[in-house]
């Protein structure tokens, strides 16, 4: 994709949705955090349904601890993978209890010696909770980079570099909440729906599909 196009596609997502915001539900960085451990490899609304019981219980790290470990899977056992993220999350809190005053921290440093927390879960902490032109690659920006040539890479790191380089510097913080709901709703990995693609204009995919004929 060249440089101009790139320009007119973060200007066309920008212009039908402004003001992009995550899908997970949460009031304070420390439920942004908690949702985001437990949406590895589970859908928002998954997360958003086991977090509507447990934040009003349970919303700050020392109250997650007081839950204890059976409690807090009590109110996550509908997520994937539960118990090893109820584990981690326990462990978190515990040293942002000892170690960071309960507050989460703002730097990737940090954030990374919390267990469960790898790379990508940091930069949507550091984007979503801080304003950080971080971009978090997800299966979704990871399709929708390479398959637009917004940003190609043969893995999420090499994407992630690519797009810091390429996404103009005032669409950078919003630019991952663009390209996960385009991959979500409109460039689907199976068949994505070129016809309806407010970006179709600028995006390198070849050849576009067309829409389903209707049945008469
Ligand atoms: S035109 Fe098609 S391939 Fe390109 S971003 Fe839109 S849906 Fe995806």
Known sequence: MKKNDI???FATLREANPEPRTELEYSSNFELLTAVLLSAQATDVGVNKATRKLFPVANTPQAILDLGLE??????????????KAKHLMETCR???????G?????????E????????????VLNVGFGQPTMAVDTHIFRVSNRTGLAPGKTPLEVE???LKRVPAEYAVNSHHWLILLGRYVCQARKPKCWECLVSPYC??????E??????
Do not use: M
Request: proline share 7%; net charge positive.
């Open 7 to 9: 320009e007119h596609f």
């Open 71 to 84: 409690g807090l899977e009590s109110y996550i056992k509908t997520i994937g993978l539960y118990r090893s």
């Open 95 to 101: 040293i942002l209890v000892e170690q960071f005053n």
């Open 103 to 111: 507050e989460v921290p703002s730097t990737r440093e940090a954030l």
């Open 113 to 124: 010696t919390l267990p469960g927390v790898g790379r990508k879960t940091a930069n949507v």
């Open 161 to 163: 570099k690519q797009l």
């Open 204 to 209: 390198d995919f070849k050849p576009k599909t």
């Open 211 to 216: 829409a389903p004929a209707r049945k008469s």
